[in-house]
């Protein structure tokens, strides 16, 4: 992470997510290693748990488990707060993490 960077200041928590999913993608093909795209998962739960249940083998869960997701309020995205070379990062990475075989349902060009 970024030396001096603390909790109070939005770019730390930007940083931080880099850091973590930086490393994640380093275990990105791990057989056992799925994503779910947690912004897709809101807006179209049911493709999304679909796949991840049947990859769990319970695929009759998938509805239920939909039904039961509550949609979170769209936030306007405040690019202002963080230092645009972290935002950059960021946009990179989520596009990387966002592409990879391993993340689970449909692609959004699919999505209803």
């Not at 009759?60 to 405040?78: D, I, L, N, V, W």
């Not at 707060?81 to 990879?100: C, D, I, M, P, W």
């Amino acid at each position: 992470m970024t030396a001096g960077l603390n909790p109070a200041q939005p770019d730390y928590w930007l940083d931080y997510w880099i850091a973590v999913y930086t490393s994640l993608m380093r275990c990105m093909d791990m057989p056992r290693l799925r994503l779910v795209d947690h912004d897709a998962l809101r807006r179209h739960p049911l493709p999304r748990l679909t796949a991840l249940f049947a990859w769990l083998g319970v695929p009759e869960a998938a509805a239920t488990a939909a039904a039961e997701m509550r949609g979170a309020k769209e936030e306007e995205p405040r690019p202002d707060e963080f230092n645009s070379a972290l935002v950059g990062t960021a946009l990179k990475t989520y596009a990387r993490l966002q592409a990879h075989r391993s993340n689970l349902g449909p692609d959004a060009a699919t999505e209803p």
